[in-house]
């Protein structure tokens, strides 16, 4: 399990790659671009569908971003979650979060020797500013049930 530490130098990144922005509106990775947008992050939408996301230039894949982006949010379906971690270690971005569903059992094995601080098991909502109620109410009963990050 990640610790605060390996969180907070997480969040201290200010060029975020976001992999899992969709069409659909109502997809938890569109949610995660909006809120970290309103956190001052300098956002990068990854889309192989769309041309842009909320005004902002989507990249196709890994290889095709910024050499500024030093982490990424990656909010896909476990099958491709995979495939990204290794395309961002390869370009040097060694800032990598899985959101909740982002992995599965066999993905969690395969990053434990990881070189790269990957955060996985945790709401990257919760840890970047939090400003809404229900965040906030997650990190209060994480605290109190002991499953909050030390």
């Known amino acids: 399990m990640a610790t605060?530490?390996?969180?907070?130098?997480?969040v201290a990144q200010r060029h975020v790659a976001v992999a899992g922005i969709s069409r659909n509106p109502h997809k938890f990775g569109n949610a995660i671009f909006k809120?970290?947008?309103?956190?001052?992050?300098?956002?990068y939408p990854m889309s192989r569908h769309m041309q842009e996301f909320e005004g902002v230039r989507c990249y196709p894949d890994i290889s095709s971003l910024p050499e500024e982006v030093s982490a990424i949010v990656i909010n896909t379906k476990p099958e491709?979650?995979?495939?990204?971690?290794?395309?961002?270690?390869?370009?040097?971005?060694?800032?990598?979060?899985?959101?909740q569903g982002a992995s599965n059992n066999e993905i969690l094995a395969s990053i434990e020797n990881s070189?790269?601080?990957?955060?996985?098991?945790?709401?990257?909502?919760?840890?970047?500013?939090?400003?809404h109620?229900?965040?906030?109410?997650?990190?209060?009963?994480?605290k109190l049930f002991g499953t909050y990050p030390n």
Do not use: V
């Open 35 to 43: 809120e970290l947008k309103k956190q001052g992050y300098i956002l």
């Open 4 to 10: 605060l530490a390996q969180i907070e130098q997480f």
């Open 115 to 131: 070189e790269s601080n990957i955060i996985a098991k945790h709401c990257i909502l919760m840890f970047a500013k939090p400003d």
């Open 80 to 99: 491709q979650t995979a495939g990204l971690i290794k395309e961002a270690e390869a370009k040097g971005i060694r800032q990598i979060w899985l959101q």
């Open 133 to 142: 109620f229900m965040h906030k109410t997650h990190i209060l009963f994480k």
